[in-house]
Nanobody
């Protein structure tokens, strides 16, 4: 059984930083693209970041470009999301996802496995 478990969320002030982790069990992520998505209250889930299998290619949503960084450690079967210069509008539940393909993709339908999410709240 494949499980993705996110951690690292919490309450942070505007301008602050948070690092999220996603540990995957039951399946090696080495050949899989990994992604982060988020869903704010009353809004649809949106793409945040993706990294290709092997880590050579990354992609970001326009609203987080330059502030967030996705990375992966295949030896630990873990993917990370470093979030800097956080804004109020970054408040959301953040989800980790694993794709069947190695290519970095932004479309959530191409991701087969999902975590339960971790809440990030940006507030003063």
């Amino acid at each position: 059984q494949v499980q993705l478990v996110e951690s690292g969320g919490g309450l942070v002030q505007p301008g602050g930083s948070v690092s999220l982790s996603c540990v995957v069990s039951g399946r090696s992520i080495a050949s899989s693209a990994m992604g982060w998505f988020r869903q704010a209250p009353g809004k649809e889930r949106e793409f945040v970041a993706t990294v290709s299998g092997g880590g050579g290619v990354t992609g970001y949503g326009e609203s987080v470009q330059g502030r967030f960084t996705i990375s992966r450690d295949d030896a630990r079967n873990t993917v990370y999301l470093q979030m800097n210069d956080l804004k109020l509008e970054d408040t959301a539940v953040y989800y980790c996802a694993a794709a069947a393909d190695f290519r970095a993709v932004r479309t959530e339908e191409l991701y087969n496995y999902w975590g339960q999410g971790t809440q990030v709240t940006v507030s003063s």
